[in-house]
């Protein structure tokens, strides 16, 4: 039971000098058990206690200044100076109606940055940390929110230090505590005793959370959680901010500013020509129109939109955005790096064939079941116990393995490594199992996987209740260059010891690898030492066998590779695969450059200079036996070559190459915490369609951003051309500064906003990728909007003069005048949009389902308001609006007509879609 020492007060007391503290005084202070853990209860009892081991979330803005601040834009400050001179001249209405769009401009950002913000806080909040912790004796895999103090964490290789600790145990463990201390060289830790007054980063028996696991393994207990960590009381350097800055939107920006120039000269001349030919209140009014016309209000809030919905889109397709650039990045990626191993197969390993003893045998079944069997391919072997090597081959396999099989919803899986499943799956069919045989020669060390040597061992006692000093075994297995250069004999069928062969093994491993396995090789040396060094295997290990296996490619894998690369998407699959293995998937997957499957291996890369890798790197599509460290390089020689490139990764070493990469791509499911901070991309499933989903989702956002600008400039334009000149030839005003800004908000947010929720293009995948350095307004979307601002102004000035001359009644004019504009923009809005593709598609039985509701809710939307615009009367008395009959309504939409084939002829000039 939890006593009063673990109070708050004191815990925080001892925080400063847990490094003073013998290992064993800090374990009595925390009330825990170096061995067993805590029980469940203390653990929930603490948790209460101490609260969840997560920081204090930084005090945001108050909404107050969030609204106010959505006033800071050029282009507001000009409606807002409009406003003004509207009431210093005495026309209040007019002024309150501009003042009261810039707060509805204001509130619809506002309201659209805070939802925006609060879908990136969730998904970056559903991206947990993890944390192998002890407890009731059981090892256990719980989110780092639920450590408390006294629970006994163990640390490997890419993991995320969750809590600050007293190391216990350490082997070769190196800690990067950049983000705490400032040191950009990993910290190697020891358990011994310091001084209390050593510093923060010179304490080698301490981990800090924050830090970051990049080399080796170490047990400590937690001292401290949350906010009373070293990070949390300078939680600032970690501070998670949402940044909804983009490179469009800074380009927007740039636009933006460079549009406020442009109005304020045609505001100025419009001033100046309507003071020498109206009186100055008309004069005023034109000016007043023309800002108003120019200023595109709604824009913002509907890049703002997009954007949201795209991160949406994308969660929805196992893709969580980190870093909101990524959504348009994803938009012009030329290359995807992809690794082979769970992205782009299923990541469940089959064991189908054992080279042991001299010997060639086929395993039968798929996947983690027991079910199956071990055949002699070209001997008559019935007994295959007879095979000594074999049988050794399979219990490497069992013992140096850190993973287990069971049963979940009736279904065999492995708990840990995939590969390891496959070793134990393979064993199991010879009726040999781990459990039996961990009993038998229990453990007594361990050296872990690492990259850097490409092997694990194992030291094991040799039966049951051996004493320490008497004889032991070493079990090895790894890639087949790291356990042949350091074996001279093998076991032959009988179990005897005989001259090692290498070729013949790597003719074994050829075979095997054109079959698309992948090739373990096992070893074993006989030892009698207490613990296991690096040293202890360097030489006279005994050659086992061969295990190869496979790992299937994912189906939607294999079709979402077809749709990148018919993309105009190069696909290059890294792994540390055989050459042969890898080549072999990447053939069955269609991956391929002009037809070709070129494969380069990472000693080839290494013994390359800058510009002869920039060659292979574009010439290549399989790079087997890949270095971590390889990967930075080749991204840098594609980046070289002008590609935008997207880089997938989930090991410690691939941090370097998902930060140099235009998009990194972490696993979240198998990811380390290291490769899931430096990238800008998460994907849930780890599964390389969804990398083409998101590339595909984000082709799709930037296409809907550009579709909603050629549909608002062009009335922008329309509307400036009308008052410019008017003004010049000394006419009425067709339109009104108050009627254009019901136009450009009220109207153009109706009509704009369902742009976001347009579905992609069935063809967006059938396109090349877009150009990173592509203007916002190409030459063919200048012409664009130029054209459609041509037609809408003609259509407002003529049928302006057209009524008023044949009636007399100038708000009828100007009635009509806006609402045969609206028709020309639903007309024009059908153009843009998939609508009416989709029900085409639909109706010729080629588009399973069609999306349209968000399109027709906008055009019903927009018929709506133009109802209330003509027949309310306060509307009409603040608008100088004036109702119309059905034949003048048909007299508008016929206007609006021609815009059908003028919008075709636009098409071909500059295609939306």
Not at 261 to 278: D, E, I
Not at 433 to 440: G, H, I, K
Not at 485 to 508: I, M, N, S
Not at 682 to 700: P, Q
């Amino acid at each position: 039971m939890m006593t009063q020492t673990l109070a708050p007060r004191l815990l925080q007391q001892q925080s400063q000098v847990w490094h003073a503290l013998e290992i064993e005084q800090a374990i009595a202070i925390l009330e825990t058990d170096a061995v067993q853990g805590l029980t469940s209860s203390d653990a929930q009892q603490r948790l209460a206690q101490f609260g969840a081991n997560e920081l204090t979330a930084k005090k945001h803005k108050p909404w107050w200044l969030k609204f106010l601040l959505q006033y800071n834009q050029p282009l507001l400050y000009i409606l807002i100076a409009a406003g003004a001179t509207k009431a210093i001249i005495g026309e209040f209405v007019n002024a309150a109606v501009i003042w009261g769009v810039t707060t509805t401009n204001a509130i619809i950002g506002y309201v659209q940055e805070s939802k925006a913000e609060g879908a990136i806080a969730a998904l970056a909040q559903s991206i947990t940390t993890e944390a192998t912790v002890i407890r009731d004796g059981q090892k256990l895999r719980l989110a780092s929110r639920e450590l408390v103090p006294g629970d006994i964490v163990l640390l490997t290789s890419g993991d995320k230090v969750p809590a600050d600790l007293r190391l216990i145990q350490v082997r070769n463990v190196q800690i990067d505590e950049s983000a705490l201390t400032g040191e950009s060289v990993a910290v190697e830790k020891q358990p011994h005793v310091l001084t209390s007054e050593t510093l923060l980063a010179e304490r080698r028996n301490m981990a800090y959370a924050g830090g970051f696991v990049t080399f080796g393994q170490a047990t400590g207990v937690v001292v401290a959680t949350g906010n009373a960590t070293e990070t949390g009381r300078i939680s600032q350097l970690l501070e998670q901010k949402t940044d909804l800055s983009t490179p469009l939107s800074r380009k927007l920006e740039k636009f933006s500013h460079t549009w406020l120039y442009l109005v304020l000269g045609l505001a100025t001349l419009t001033l100046l020509v309507g003071w020498q030919t109206k009186p100055w209140r008309q004069a005023i009014e034109a000016t007043v129109a023309l800002i108003v016309g120019s200023i595109p209000e709604g824009l913002p809030a509907v890049v703002t939109v997009t954007l949201a919905i795209g991160v949406s889109r994308m969660a929805r397709r196992h893709a969580i955005i980190r870093k909101l650039p990524a959504v348009e990045a994803l938009g012009s990626a030329t290359v995807i790096c992809s690794d082979k191993t769970g992205t782009l197969t299923e990541n469940q390993m089959t064991v189908q064939a054992i080279y042991a003893g001299d010997r060639r045998y086929a395993v039968t079944g798929n996947g983690y079941s027991p079910e199956g069997e071990i055949v002699a391919v070209d001997t008559q072997e019935s007994d295959l116990q007879l095979n000594n090597a074999l049988q050794e081959c399979l219990i490497a396999g069992l013992l140096c393995n850190d993973s287990h099989l069971e049963v979940k919803n009736h279904q065999w899986v492995v708990v840990g490594d995939p590969t390891e499943g496959a070793l134990i799956a393979a064993g199991n069919k010879a009726n040999l199992f781990q459990s039996a045989l961990e009993e038998e020669m229990p453990r007594v060390d361990v050296i872990p996987f690492e990259s850097e040597f490409q092997y694990m061992a194992t030291l094991h006692q040799e039966g049951r209740g051996a004493r320490s000093e008497e004889r032991g075994v070493i079990y090895v297995k790894g890639s087949v260059e790291a356990i042949l250069k350091r074996c001279e004999q093998q076991l032959d069928p009988q179990g005897k010891l005989t001259f090692l062969h290498p070729q013949t093994v790597h003719q074994e491993v050829e075979k095997m690898a054109r079959q698309g396995l992948r090739v373990l090789a096992l070893a074993k040396k006989r030892v009698s030492i207490p613990t296991l060094e690096h040293s202890d295997i360097d030489s006279g290990l005994i050659f086992l066998g061969l295990q190869g296996m496979i790992d299937p490619p994912r189906t939607e894998a294999i079709k979402a590779v077809q749709a990148c690369q018919a993309a105009g998407i190069q696909v290059k699959m890294i792994t540390g695969d055989h050459a042969v293995t890898a080549s072999a998937i990447a053939s069955c997957m269609g991956i391929h450059k002009n037809g070709v499957v070129k494969a380069f291996t990472g000693v080839q890369l290494a013994a390359m200079d800058q510009r002869e890798l920039a060659a292979v790197a574009e010439e290549g599509v399989v790079f087997a036996r890949v270095a971590p460290e390889q990967k930075l390089r080749l991204v840098e020689a594609l980046q070289s070559r002008g590609e935008i490139v997207a880089m997938t990764g989930d090991g410690v070493n691939d941090a370097p190459a998902l930060k140099q990469a235009d998009i990194g791509i972490a696993m979240g499911g198998t990811g380390t915490e290291v490769a899931k901070e430096a990238a800008d991309m998460l994907l849930t499933d780890d599964n390389f369609a969804s990398i083409a989903a998101a590339v595909e989702e984000g082709r799709a956002v930037y296409k809907n951003i550009i579709k909603a600008m050629c549909f608002i400039l062009p009335v922008n334009g329309g509307e400036s051309m009308t008052i410019l000149l008017s003004t010049l030839l000394a006419r009425d005003l067709p339109i009104l500064s108050l009627q254009i800004l019901w136009l450009n908000v009220i109207n153009s947010i109706a009509m704009t906003v369902p742009l976001a929720f347009e579905p992609k293009s069935r063809n967006v995948m059938q396109q090349p990728p877009r150009r990173p350095n592509e203007a916002i307004l190409s030459k063919s979307r200048i012409q664009r909007i130029l054209a459609i601002s041509v037609f809408n102004w003609i259509v407002i000035f003529g049928v302006f003069e057209y009524v008023r001359a044949t009636t007399g009644n100038i708000d009828l004019a100007r009635t009509m005048a806006i609402n045969s504009l609206i028709a020309g923009r639903i007309f024009y809005l059908l153009s843009l949009s998939q609508l009416v593709p989709n029900l085409m598609a639909k109706i010729k039985g080629t588009a399973a389902e069609v999306d349209i509701p968000a399109i027709a809710f906008g055009i019903i939307g927009a018929i709506i308001l133009q109802m209330v615009f003509c027949y309310v009367p306060i509307i009409n008395s603040i608008f100088s609006t004036a109702p119309l009959d059905f034949h003048q309504w048909l007299f508008c939409l016929a206007v609006g007509l021609p815009m059908i084939p003028w919008s075709i002829f636009v098409n071909r000039l500059d295609p939306p879609n």
